[in-house]
C-alpha cells in the first residue's frame, strides 16, 4: 500500500471516529411533554331511554297489561317519525318476585315484566313532547337521557390538532428557559380521548329528575309545558405526549 492510500485511509478512519464520537454526544437528548385540549360542542342529538315495568300474580296477566303499554310506546316512533334506526329495544326482563310484611312473612308472590327502549331524536326540539307522550302510553321508569353530538369524530380531530400544538407550545418554552431549542419530534403518541356528555341515568328506578312537563295552575287549569332540561354543551377532549430532539441554541 503506498503512503498516499495509506494516508487517504487513516483520514476516511478518524473522520468515522469523529462523527461517530459526536453522535454519541448528541445522542438521547430529548424533551418529552404532554399536551391536552378540549374543545366545547353543543349537542345536535338525544338518546332517551325509558319503559314499562308490570307486575301481577300471574304471568299472563303481566304480560297482557305489559304488551298493550309497549305498543303505545313504540307507536312514538310512527308519531315522532323516527327512522327505524333511531329506535331500539335495550333488553326484556321476565322474572318472579315476592314481597314480605313487617314480620318478614311474605305476604304477595308473582311476576315482573320489564323492558326498556330507546329513541333517538336528531330534533332537541321534540325531547320534552316526546317525554309527555311516553308517559301518557304508559312508562313508567326511565333509565337515561344522554344528550350528545354526530359529528364526534370531527370534534376529536380538531381536540387532537389542538393537543399537539399545545405540546409543542409547552416544548418550547421549557426548552428555551434552559438556553436550548427543539427540533423534530421523535415520537407522537395518542393518550387517548374523553367525551363528558350530559347523562342522567337511575339504574331502571322511577323517573329522571326534571321529567315533570306540566303543572297545575291555581285554578286547576293546566298552564304551558315547561323546559325542563338544560342540554349545556358537551366537552370533547384529547391528550397527546410527543418527544422532541433538544438542541443547543436556544435564546
Known amino acids: 500500500?503506498?503512503?498516499?492510500?495509506?494516508?487517504?485511509?487513516?483520514?476516511?478512519?478518524?473522520?468515522?471516529?469523529?462523527?461517530?464520537?459526536?453522535?454519541?454526544g448528541t445522542a438521547g437528548r430529548s424533551i418529552a411533554v404532554t399536551g391536552q385540549a378540549d374543545?366545547?360542542?353543543?349537542?345536535?342529538?338525544?338518546?332517551?331511554?325509558?319503559?314499562?315495568?308490570?307486575?301481577?300474580?300471574?304471568?299472563?296477566?303481566?304480560?297482557?297489561?305489559?304488551?298493550?303499554?309497549?305498543?303505545?310506546?313504540?307507536?312514538?316512533?310512527?308519531?315522532?317519525?323516527?327512522?327505524?334506526?333511531?329506535?331500539?329495544?335495550?333488553?326484556?326482563?321476565?322474572?318472579?318476585?315476592?314481597?314480605?310484611?313487617?314480620?318478614?312473612?311474605?305476604?304477595?308472590?308473582?311476576?315482573?315484566?320489564?323492558?326498556?327502549?330507546?329513541?333517538?331524536?336528531?330534533?332537541?326540539?321534540?325531547?320534552q313532547s316526546l317525554l309527555s307522550a311516553a308517559i301518557a302510553a304508559g312508562a313508567n321508569f326511565v333509565e337515561g337521557i344522554d344528550f350528545q353530538t354526530s359529528e364526534l369524530r370531527k370534534h376529536r380531530d380538531r381536540a387532537r390538532g389542538l393537543a399537539i400544538s399545545a405540546a409543542r407550545e409547552k416544548a418550547v418554552g421549557m426548552s428555551a428557559e434552559l438556553k436550548q431549542s427543539i427540533g423534530r419530534p421523535l415520537s407522537i403518541t395518542e393518550?387517548?380521548?374523553?367525551?363528558?356528555?350530559?347523562?342522567?341515568?337511575?339504574?331502571?328506578?322511577?323517573?329522571?329528575?326534571?321529567?315533570?312537563?306540566?303543572?297545575?295552575?291555581?285554578?286547576?287549569g293546566d298552564v304551558a309545558e315547561e323546559k325542563t332540561i338544560a342540554p349545556g354543551m358537551i366537552t370533547v377532549s384529547a391528550i397527546v405526549s410527543v418527544k422532541f430532539e433538544l438542541l443547543d441554541g436556544g435564546k
Open 1 to 24: 500500500m503506498s503512503r498516499i492510500t495509506m494516508s487517504i485511509a487513516l483520514s476516511f478512519l478518524f473522520l468515522q471516529i469523529a462523527t461517530a464520537s459526536g453522535a454519541e
Open 39 to 127: 374543545v366545547k360542542v353543543a349537542p345536535d342529538k338525544v338518546e332517551i331511554t325509558l319503559g314499562v315495568a308490570t307486575t301481577s300474580a300471574k304471568l299472563e296477566d303481566a304480560k297482557r297489561e305489559h304488551d298493550e303499554k309497549m305498543k303505545g310506546l313504540l307507536a312514538l316512533a310512527t308519531t315522532f317519525k323516527l327512522e327505524p334506526a333511531d329506535v331500539r329495544t335495550e333488553y326484556v326482563r321476565i322474572r318472579p318476585f315476592e314481597r314480605r310484611d313487617n314480620s318478614g312473612k311474605i305476604d304477595e308472590t308473582g311476576y315482573e315484566m320489564r323492558q326498556a327502549v330507546t329513541f333517538v331524536l336528531h330534533d332537541l326540539t321534540k325531547y
Open 191 to 220: 393518550m387517548g380521548y374523553n367525551e363528558e356528555m350530559w347523562q342522567s341515568g337511575l339504574g331502571g328506578g322511577g323517573f329522571a329528575g326534571g321529567a315533570k312537563e306540566e303543572r297545575q295552575g291555581p285554578a286547576g
